[in-house]
C-alpha cells in the first residue's frame, strides 16, 4: 500500500525551530519528487516546497523562503522541513505529498499523507 | 506567487452541471499545462482530481472533467451529487520547480 505518514509537529513558540519528518512506503521513493503543502485551520492549501528526485532542483514559497529547508534521504525514504524563525502564520496543518511524475517536478500531487499540525504560539 | 483566483463558492442541484474556474497569470496557468484539481472532504486530505488539465487518475469518475484557455483554466462536474459536496483545489506549476494553489471553492449541493 502506497502510504506517507508524517511526524513532527506539536506546539512551538514563535522565532523557535522545528523539524518535520515523512515516511514513505509502498513505491520507489527516489523515482519522484516531494513535496510540503500546509493548511491553516479553517482556510485553504499552500504549496510550501518541493524537492525533485534527487534534490537537484528545489522549490520554495515566498512566504517560507530562507526560513526553512526541504531535504530528502533516499537511503531511507524519507522527507524533512526544517523550519526556523516561526511564526504565528505559520500555524497549519502540514501534509507531505507525492509528485506523480518520475525524474521530474509537475506540481501535481497524487498521493497525501494525513498530516502533522504545527502551532506556533506564546 | 500570488493564489489563483476561485470563486469562493458555486451551488447546484442534483443531476445540474457545474463550472469552477481557477484564474492565474501567463507564468503559471498560461504557460504550463501542469495545472492540477483537488477535491477536499471536511477533516480529510485532499484528493487527486484531474492533472495536466483534462486527465483523470484511474478511479475518478468520468463526470469530472477540465479545459484550460489562456490564463483560466476550468473543472467541470457533470451530474451533480451529493458526495460531491466538498471544497475543490486548482493547482498549477508555475516554474523553478515553484507551485501555486488557487483559493478554493466551496460546492454547495442543493
Known amino acids: 500500500e502506497v502510504q506517507l505518514v508524517e511526524s513532527g509537529g506539536g506546539l512551538v513558540q514563535p522565532g523557535r525551530s522545528l523539524r518535520l519528518s515523512c515516511a514513505a512506503s509502498g513505491f520507489t521513493f527516489d523515482d519522484y519528487a516531494m513535496h510540503w503543502v500546509r493548511q491553516a485551520p479553517g482556510k485553504g492549501l499552500e504549496w510550501v516546497s518541493g524537492i525533485s528526485w534527487n534534490s537537484g532542483s528545489i522549490g520554495y514559497a515566498d512566504s517560507v523562503k530562507g526560513r526553512f529547508t526541504i531535504s530528502r534521504d533516499n537511503a531511507k525514504n524519507s522527507l524533512y522541513l526544517q523550519m526556523n524563525s516561526l511564526r504565528a502564520e505559520d500555524t497549519a496543518l502540514y501534509y507531505c505529498a507525492k509528485d506523480l511524475a518520475t525524474t521530474v517536478t509537475t506540481t501535481v500531487f497524487d498521493i497525501w499523507g494525513q498530516g502533522t499540525m504545527v502551532t506556533v504560539s506564546s | ?110
Open chain 2, 1 to 110: 506567487q500570488s493564489a489563483l483566483t476561485q470563486p469562493a463558492s458555486v451551488s447546484g442541484s442534483p443531476g445540474q452541471s457545474i463550472t469552477i474556474s481557477c484564474t492565474g497569470t501567463s507564468s503559471d496557468v498560461g504557460s504550463y499545462n501542469l495545472v492540477s484539481w483537488y477535491q477536499q472532504h471536511p477533516g480529510k486530505a485532499p484528493k487527486l482530481m484531474i492533472y495536466e488539465v483534462s486527465k483523470r487518475p484511474s478511479g475518478v469518475s468520468n463526470r469530472f472533467s477540465g479545459s484550460k484557455s489562456g490564463n483560466t483554466a476550468s473543472l467541470t462536474i457533470s451530474g451533480l451529487q451529493a458526495e460531491d459536496e466538498a471544497d475543490y483545489y486548482c493547482c498549477s506549476y508555475a516554474g523553478s520547480s515553484v507551485g501555486v494553489f488557487g483559493t478554493g471553492t466551496k460546492v454547495t449541493v442543493l
